[in-house]
């Protein structure tokens, strides 16, 4: 295979596993910030409960975000020392940023938040949880403004083959990372409500602990409906944005092959093997426009005329990403995040209701759940990277060189068998944990965990 293809893949495979611990972290950790405010104000146990048990699931999954997050970092000098040649200047300050202001913050108070209970005053720790969520949060946004300058360079010039910073202002604000920020903030909260949706519902069919988790049900649901509300506003927003600053990237998502204005929308598309030549669609006119300009009308680039545009000013080339991937991956993220709605919906109804008997078949089914933000998410992210190719910092640096030299296919494909096997030990291993501690009814104020009766659970 190609070298360039499999250290693309080696990158793709380590990113979408870290990628997979990141949202539920950004989320849960609210969602105990939550828990922990209603104890302290409330003075009610049944929230340190429910503290303590999602804390629990909050730790394993931070701990294999950690290490797995480490990897990526490797990758930057093994496989791409030519982009970090590039860009180091630039992309490292973020980076650097991230280790000093939010991970030590996240994980030392994360620390103190976890041996402190009942050993300093409930205020202190408190507080140490907001610090732990806000750090969190803070890693997720200089992480995102590093990639989004790689989606839209700012900020810079280019000075002997490298580009160097000269405006640090323009990098933090450089929109295209917030929005970036904003839509991952939000799937992070999408994340942690289905999780927390899927566990209690299987708590609550076996009549354990009904209190706290029909509590948690409740509040995952007021999440839920609004979070993935606020997914579609910021991932419209960012699509809009998009058109602007990587019209190619937004064309290609479209499968707009011509400019159009109107432009129609491409409901459904078959591509080629190569996933670069449309065979059939089905287009409903002026949608397109409609959606980019809230109105009938409007010009779109389309992607041959793109291809001529980057062909005059960057020479010879094929500047076309893959459009049968993105195409695909954003109507399949959409189509997720639609039928989330929908659940978050159904699942806030439930709450409000008597819990009958008739409820307890739905919520059987709610534990399967769980996984759709982690398709969406994988979705989102594939879209994302994809449609910048062949740009790995887009219209500065291609992908292809980017790489390390001296590099061979035999070593990436032995690395990234390698990472493959052991991420999928790791899986198996967080799986496990995960499961059995969710599975396990949180104890009681003075014990053991408690399973209320029949007759006072409204089944």
């Known amino acids: 295979m190609d070298l360039v293809l499999l250290s693309r893949l080696q990158f793709a495979t380590?990113?979408?596993?870290?990628f997979f611990f990141v949202p539920l972290t950004l989320g849960l950790g609210w969602f105990l910030v939550i828990l922990e405010t209603l104890y302290v104000f409330k003075r009610d146990e049944t929230y340190k409960q429910m503290a303590k048990f999602w804390g629990k699931l909050f730790l394993i999954n931070f701990a294999m975000g950690v290490v797995t997050g480490i990897v990526l970092e490797f990758q930057f000098g093994m496989n791409w020392s030519e982009y970090s040649r590039f860009v180091g200047d630039i992309f490292g300050a973020p980076l650097a940023m991230e280790a000093l202001t939010s991970f030590f913050l996240e994980s030392t108070f994360l620390g103190i938040w976890v041996f402190g209970w009942d050993r300093i005053s409930k205020g202190l720790h408190l507080a140490t949880i907001w610090l732990v969520a806000i750090g969190s949060n803070l890693s997720a946004l200089w992480i995102l403004l590093a990639n989004g300058f790689m989606q839209h360079?700012?900020?810079?010039?280019?000075?002997?083959?490298?580009?160097?910073?000269?405006?640090?202002?323009?990098?933090?604000?450089?929109?295209r990372g917030w929005l970036l920020f904003w839509h991952?903030?939000?799937?992070?909260?999408v994340t942690a409500s289905f999780f927390v949706l899927g566990v209690s519902a299987y708590h609550l069919v076996r009549k354990q602990n009904i209190e706290v988790f029909r509590k948690s049900f409740l509040i995952a649901g007021i999440i839920g409906i609004f979070s993935t509300i606020l997914v579609g506003v910021f991932g419209d927003i960012q699509g809009k944005y998009l058109r602007e600053v990587q019209p190619m990237a937004a064309a290609a998502t479209e499968a707009l092959w011509n400019t159009g204005d109107?432009?129609?929308?491409?409901?459904?598309?078959?591509f080629d093997?190569?996933?670069?030549?449309?065979?059939?669609?089905?287009?409903?006119?002026?949608?397109?426009?409609?959606?980019?300009y809230n109105k009938p009308g409007g010009k779109v680039l389309g992607i041959n005329q793109l291809q001529n545009e980057f062909t005059m000013k960057n020479?010879?080339?094929n500047y076309v990403p893959l459009v049968g991937l993105t195409f695909w991956m954003f109507r399949f993220m959409v189509g997720v995040g639609l039928l989330m709605v929908a659940i978050s919906a159904f699942a806030l109804y439930l709450s409000w209701k008597k819990w009958p008997d008739k409820w307890a078949?739905?919520?059987k089914w709610m534990v399967w759940i769980i996984p759709l933000p982690y398709i969406a998410n994988t979705a989102g992210w594939i879209l994302t990277e994809a449609s910048r190719q062949p740009w790995i910092v887009h219209g500065l640096l291609m992908t292809k060189n980017a790489m390390s030299p001296n590099l061979t296919a035999s070593m990436v494909t032995f690395s990234l068998i390698g990472f493959a096997l052991i991420y999928s030990v790791f899986m198996v291993v967080d799986i496990y944990l995960l499961k059995t501690y969710a599975t396990t009814a949180?104890?009681?104020?003075?014990?053991?965990a408690i399973v209320t009766a029949e007759t006072e659970t409204g089944y």
Do not use: C, Q
């Open 14 to 18: 380590t990113t979408i596993y870290h």
């Open 153 to 175: 360079p700012v900020g810079y010039v280019l000075n002997n083959g490298r580009a160097e910073m000269v405006d640090f202002t323009a990098v933090f604000t450089n929109m």
């Open 184 to 189: 991952a903030i939000a799937a992070g909260f």
């Open 262 to 270: 109107p432009a129609a929308f491409t409901v459904f598309a078959i």
């Open 273 to 292: 093997s190569t996933g670069r030549r449309e065979l059939w669609s089905v287009k409903i006119p002026f949608l397109l426009s409609f959606l980019y």
């Open 315 to 317: 020479g010879p080339g």
């Open 361 to 363: 078949r739905w919520l």
């Open 442 to 448: 949180p104890s009681a104020p003075g014990g053991d």
